[in-house]
């Protein structure tokens, strides 16, 4: 597909979504917002493919945060719906059947760390610099941070880096489980692949049920997620792959997963 702001490759069953605006650190303007929101919806209506990779072109930048200079003149009614925007358009990573891995390879800031909090799973490269530093320019992370960061890091965690725009390296989001991974910035690319393979060698539905069941589960109390969890369960239960998955297991070989 041809985008002006992004780029959308595809490879088998990976689709790989970059930020496509290095001359402004890859920031997110009201334009590459709307075309990350279409590629999400060409990306979920695509049964190849199993997994997608979010990352920045160039070396330096994942996402420099939202356009500072698109959010200049804006008054309190756009302000809200830039907001908005931006809360879909990342919601609509968090719920993809599919999993999503963030390739973190350089500044991840303001609109770009919720970018790469929206996304499951989240690899840095050593390069990698994070922070909310909303507060210094006079408003709140967004797109979905301020729900986000605390969920993932604690809310003690959240407050602080929230309060102070305090930037962090990849080493120390890595201490406080903010990225899973850390790799040097050649690799990066490489270990992401290799992690969305292993992935997509997976039952591709029941990845899916279970992206469902964690993501649902953790907004409810305990006894509705285990409900949740359950219904998911059942559904792994209607699909040939659970028999295949099974099957191959009894006769001692490798299950062939049709995403059925
Ligand atoms: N918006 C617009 N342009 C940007 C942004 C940005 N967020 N970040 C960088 N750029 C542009 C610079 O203006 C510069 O443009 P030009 O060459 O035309 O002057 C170009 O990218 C290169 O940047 P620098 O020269 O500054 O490069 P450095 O390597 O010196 O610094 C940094 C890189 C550290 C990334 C620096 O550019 C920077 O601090 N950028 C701003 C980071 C920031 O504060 N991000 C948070 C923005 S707020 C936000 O994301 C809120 C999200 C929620 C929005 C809610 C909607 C209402």
């Known amino acids: 597909m041809e985008f002006e702001n992004i780029s959308l490759e595809k490879e088998d069953y990976l689709a790989i979504l970059s930020i496509n605006r290095p001359k402004a650190m890859n920031a997110l303007n009201l334009e590459t917002l709307c075309e990350m929101e279409v590629a999400v919806k060409n990306v979920?209506?695509?049964?190849?493919?199993k997994v997608m990779i979010v990352t920045g072109t160039g070396e330096k930048s994942f996402v420099a945060g939202a356009d500072i200079n698109f959010m200049l003149p804006l008054s309190p009614s756009e302000g809200r719906f830039f907001s908005d925007l931006g809360e879909r358009v990342m919601r609509q990573f968090e719920l993809l059947e599919k999993p999503v891995i963030a390739a973190v390879n350089g500044f991840a800031l303001g609109g770009g760390c919720e970018l790469a909090m929206s996304c499951d799973i989240r690899l840095a490269s050593e390069t990698?610099?994070?922070?909310?530093?909303?507060?210094?320019?006079?408003?709140?992370?967004?797109?979905?941070?301020?729900?986000?960061?605390?969920?993932?890091?604690?809310?003690?965690?959240?407050?602080?880096?929230?309060?102070?725009?305090?930037?962090?390296?990849?080493?120390?989001?890595y201490r406080i489980g903010l990225v899973n991974h850390v790799y040097p910035l050649e690799q990066l690319m490489d270990e992401a692949k290799k992690l969305a393979k292993k992935i997509a060698s997976k039952a591709p539905l029941a990845v899916g049920y279970?992206?469902?069941?964690?993501?649902?589960?953790?907004?409810?109390?305990?006894?509705?997620?285990?409900?949740i969890e359950s219904d998911m369960f059942g559904m792994c239960c209607a699909t040939t792959d659970k028999s295949e998955g099974m099957s191959a297991f009894v006769d001692k070989r490798k299950p062939q997963f049709m995403g059925k």
């Open 44 to 49: 979920k209506a695509d049964p190849n493919i």
């Open 128 to 173: 990698a610099i994070f922070a909310q530093p909303e507060v210094g320019l006079g408003v709140i992370p967004g797109f979905g941070g301020t729900q986000r960061l605390p969920r993932l890091i604690g809310e003690g965690r959240a407050k602080e880096l929230t309060y102070t725009a305090d930037v962090i390296n990849a080493q120390e989001a």
């Open 210 to 227: 279970a992206k469902h069941a964690i993501n649902k589960g953790l907004q409810v109390d305990i006894d509705t997620a285990m409900g």
